[in-house]
């Protein structure tokens, strides 16, 4: 195969990670040359058997460092950044991975001729109270401003074997008598699972989408509570679901996010992005910028999630399905 007629090259900003993985298999599946930028390539190397041989590549980028991302970025035919944190450590602030990084990444796109598609969040407004929705949302804003032709695709929570909400709750569950529901569990969300939301990228990196922002969304809109009954229901546990205040569960949340811990259970951050319901609009459902605009049917949480949570049973997969611990 001469360098004339090799597949396109994807560069996959934060392709190691839970939603970025899948995008990676998504992309191998279809044939494309992939480039992981990651901080840490030696730790993203189990990516290499979704992909034959010399398919998938790997290169050390830091969102932070613009030289890494222009060097990450060079060469390729699309660019699709997947990378975003949930809470602040150190020097990986909001502003410097999901603001500045994200400018990083649109600007070295545009230099290098590219088409990008950014993962970003239901709820992103640089108005918005919460400090990640607002970093969010000046993302966004600049990527608009750079590539209008980019396509932006904002989950509501995502769920699938390595997700960090269901499993973050089904282990606490494993400890604790009891699990908080903050705001008395009201929040409505709209999990969708990662592999539909992997497909909408891979659609778009196809060229199959238009240009705009779309918001994924599952089959079903659940609040906290449904979620963490659901998720109870599937690891055989009786745990009690005791209603925690906003502010309390705010108080909490920022004398965690004190302690030197490599991932805080919860932030006060978090607790205000809990305030507001994290479902689709009514604009991009009639706007066809949905799951189902792009031709994706919602995977059901309750077909997949029983799958995963089999772990956290008490014991294991023979744990009986009809009781409870």
């Not at 973050?168 to 569950?173: G, H, I, L």
């Amino acid at each position: 195969m001469t360098l004339s007629n090799l597949p396109p090259l994807v560069t996959v900003f934060g392709g190691s990670g839970f939603v970025g993985r899948h995008v990676v298999r998504a992309l191998a599946q279809r044939g494309y040359r992939i480039r992981v930028a990651v901080r840490r390539p030696d730790l993203a190397y189990f990516l290499q058997p979704l992909g034959n041989m010399g398919q998938i590549s790997f290169v050390q980028a830091n969102l932070r460092y613009r030289n890494s991302v222009d060097a990450a970025v060079r060469g390729a035919d699309h660019v699709v950044n997947c990378v975003g944190i949930l809470f602040e450590s150190g020097r990986n602030s909001f502003d410097s991975v999901q603001d500045f990084g994200a400018r990083a990444v649109a600007e070295a796109t545009r230099a290098a001729g590219a088409r990008l598609t950014h993962i970003s969040a239901i709820g992103a407004d640089t108005k918005a109270e919460s400090i990640y929705a607002a970093s969010k949302g000046r993302a966004e804003e600049a990527i608009g401003s750079i590539l209008p032709d980019a396509v932006i695709v904002r989950p509501s929570i995502v769920f699938g074997p390595e997700d960090s909400f269901f499993n973050k709750f089904a282990a606490m569950a494993r400890i604790a008598p009891a699990l908080p529901l903050i705001g008395g569990g009201k929040t409505r969300f709209q999990p969708v699972y990662v592999e539909n939301v992997a497909e909408a990228v891979a659609r778009s990196v196809d060229g199959l989408v238009q240009p705009g922002i779309y918001e994924l969304g599952g089959k079903d809109v659940l609040t906290f509570r449904q979620c963490m009954e659901m998720m109870l229901a599937a690891t055989n546990r009786r745990n009690r679901l005791v209603s925690l205040p906003f502010s309390i569960a705010s108080m909490i949340g920022s004398i965690a996010s004190m302690i030197p811990l490599i991932k805080p259970p919860l932030t006060s951050d978090q607790v205000t992005l809990l305030k507001r319901d994290n479902v689709v609009s009514d604009e991009a459902i009639a706007s066809g910028h949905t799951l189902e605009g792009l031709g994706i049917q919602p995977m059901a949480l309750g077909s997949v999630l029983p799958s995963y949570m089999v772990q956290y049973r008490p014991f294991g997969q023979y744990s009986g399905s009809g009781k409870a611990a």
